[in-house]
């Protein structure tokens, strides 16, 4: 029978291992230490574990803590793994080298995914080390374009819990089963609920793999560790009939739930959340339909630290990429005109965060720079004379003009100069768009920011060649580089894995309990700041993903200081050097000498 002393004992472990650590140590953007790594130095040794076990077995079994081949002839003895291991002991730079050969073999984009998260489940500390080592290679297929894929298979390809499952059947249990999760110092959610998924629909419960890929490059590319981290999927049915019919379905069967009884689910989840892990969780939103996004965001922005990518995150990484032409091709914002295809959460969101820029470097109020910018929705030309029949999202880009249906005619009537696409909706920008661009402009701005590749409003060959190689191009996924007339151009990538995870840091570190808009402009401005003349020459608008860790921790630095000047930070007094600050925060993924 265990004794009174004993059930305390196993209490205090359920309840977030009260007694493990100093709970003021605010390395790694100050999440709990419960292990002791971050309380010792990179070269003192630490426990793996905080509940003695008699067998390494279960040690080999840990992706936190296993080092497979990596073990040292001491640990092996120490910690009883003698004969549970071949008698080899290698690098892990080795180890690293090998994975990638491996993964080097697959021809197929999907089988690679699977390996990596198959790592991933192994040993974290490997996966995360080969992931920031070849981010370049390996950022496309742990995120978009391969998760699209992924996600549309994710019934098949499903084999062990990657997060918190919270369905209609958990109504009235949703902090019972956040308390599930064995990870209790929880830092950053992301939270979908499977209606849109990158241009690919309503996935319902196989939307999963975008948390989990998500908060892997929260960890890769910012730095946040990966116990802090926690991916949910709300369940409340899908209207996709291909996935109700499918029988590896992982989901509910039912229909999606709408109005009264999606939004106290909503509601519970936001409610339990804070509850559980307190005010400066920061909870982001993503993949939601157009309705739910914005209403979502509308509701919870003032009492939650919530955080929309569709909206905010492309609408940040966006206009770095507008801020770096202007600084290069010389003008301002101010001088453009933009025309949207798309008028849903990422176009509507750019737009906004366009004219909050102009606002701000003009004095202009946000009603006049507004007009500088046109959007096309299914419908045509969004104009005055639709303000009736127009959902509230689009109301504030209705703008005087006769109705125009085509986007061509849209084109050639506007003259935009820059021209960007967020419809979801493929090889929508034809060459005849193209070039009507090209016939306007001398350096036509071109985003083709839609994902997967397949759902790109045209791709870099395309631009480039449509408008003699003049265009400034960017993309929303990979595209290689492509020779015209004897120049290489290699297209720029509008990536939100450049932005989130820097501004997740820098909200964290900082303490933030609320997103400002002002953050967002932050972000972008500190993200243009990395891009020099050279990348510019060679056609980017971005600074090279190799480089990505230290883009983080400059975005990460100006998020922090703005959420001080705010007044919206916790974290007192600020660090003197908000940037080494940054950096010393970020998890590191090399292996520990364990006791």
Known sequence: MATDESTATLKEMRDGYAEVVDPKSGVSGGVQDVYGEDTATEDQPVTPWSVSVASGYSLLRDPHHNKGLAFSEKERDSHYLRGLLPPTVISQELQVKKMLHNIRQYQVPLQKYMAMMDLQERNQKLFYKLLIDNVEELLPIVYTPTVGEACQKYGSIYSRPQGVFISLKDKGKVLEVLRNWPEKNIQVIVVTDGERILGLGDLGCHGMGIPVGKLSLYTALGGIRPSACLPVTIDVGTNNEKLLDDEFYIGLRQKRAIGQEYAELLHEFMTAVKQNYGERILIQF??????????????????????????????????????????????????QRFLFLGAGEAGTGIAELIALEISKQTNMPLEETRKKIWLVD??????????????????????????????????????????????????????????????????????????????SECTAEEAYTWSQGRAIFASGSPFDPFEYADNVFVPGQANNAYIFPGLGLGLIMSGAIRVHDDMLLAAAEALAGQVTQENFDKGLLYPPFKNIRKISAHIAAEVAAKAYELGLATRLPPPKDLVKYAESCMYSPAYRTYR
């Open 286 to 335: 993503e993949d939601f339909a157009n309705h739910n996004a914005f209403d979502l965001l509308e509701k919870y922005g003032t009492t939650h630290l919530v955080f929309n990518d569709d909206i905010q995150g492309t609408a940040s990484v966006v206009l770095a990429g507008l801020i770096s032409a202007m600084k290069f091709l010389g003008g301002s914002l101010a001088d």
């Open 378 to 455: 299914s419908k045509g030309l969004i104009v005055s004379s639709r303000l009736e029949s127009l959902q509230h999202f689009k109301k504030p880009w209705a703008h005087e003009h006769e109705p125009v249906k085509e986007l061509v005619d849209a084109v050639n009537a506007i003259k935009p100069t820059i021209l960007i696409g967020t419809s979801g909706q493929g090889r929508t920008f034809t060459k005849e768009v193209v070039e009507a661009m090209a016939s306007l402009n001398e350096k036509p701005i071109i985003f083709s920011l839609s994902n997967p590749t397949s759902q």
